[in-house]
């Protein structure tokens, strides 16, 4: 009988260490949860948006559950061919390196357009704009990106106070919609999922 208690307890010891290691494995985690949240974004040349809908532009739903090593593009991508809706996976992710994964670079005097192989200059009729969240900003390349941002990138003759009344409303605002969703983009860093991602995390601690 003794044996016997001894064994139940050193079970209830080897139980009771596992639930506070996964417990606390858990907690600390969280920490190092990689981010998923969304902005919206809109480009227009004059008049003309331009789309980002083509399949150049869509990293696949897919693709970046291959393995865990992280890329630029992973960082900040469009999915499905929705060219309004931009999906983080990364802090300190910048409007800089989701335009630079499309080959776009701009500043508060040029956007260049690697694809069209055609540079977008100041001159004495266009001047480039940049609103974000409903305010001028001179050049938001270096700006972090966070959750429900608006940025309009605007080239074309009219002053900032029509880019704000014209422009500007037309970007879609469904970012919001995708942070309270379950999103299939999520390569697997989503925070709805949070805890299968630490255990899937905690399995490929081996296999590096």
């Not at 010891?13 to 290691?21: P, Y």
């Not at 004495?124 to 390349?141: G, R, S």
Request: hydrophobic content about 40%; overall charge negative; charged content about 20%.
């Amino acid at each position: 009988m003794i044996c016997k208690n001894k064994y139940v307890k050193a079970v209830a010891f080897l139980v009771l260490g596992l639930f506070l290691f996964g417990l606390g494995y858990v907690i600390s985690g969280q920490n190092s949860i990689p981010p998923h949240y969304h902005t919206n974004f809109a480009v227009f040349i004059g008049w003309e948006k331009f789309e980002f809908t083509a399949d150049e532009y869509s990293e696949d739903v897919a693709a970046c559950n291959a393995g865990w090593e992280i890329f630029p593009r992973d960082r900040a991508h469009l999915h499905e061919n929705n060219g309004d809706t931009i999906h983080v996976h990364h802090w300190g992710v910048t409007w800089g390196h989701f335009f630079a994964n499309n080959g776009i670079t701009f500043s508060n005097s040029h956007i260049s357009f690697k694809q069209w192989k055609k540079l977008l200059a100041n001159d004495e009729k266009n001047t480039i704009k940049f609103i974000l969240n409903w305010k001028e900003v001179t050049d938001p390349y270096n700006r972090y990106m966070m959750s429900e941002d608006k940025l309009l990138v605007s080239y074309w003759p009219e002053n900032i106070e029509d880019a704000l009344t014209k422009l500007y409303p037309q970007i879609v605002s469904n970012a919001g919609e995708y942070n309270s969703k379950y999103d299939p983009g999520s390569c697997g860093w989503t925070n709805e999922n949070w805890t299968l991602y630490l255990i899937r995390k905690m399995l490929h601690l081996g296999h590096h």
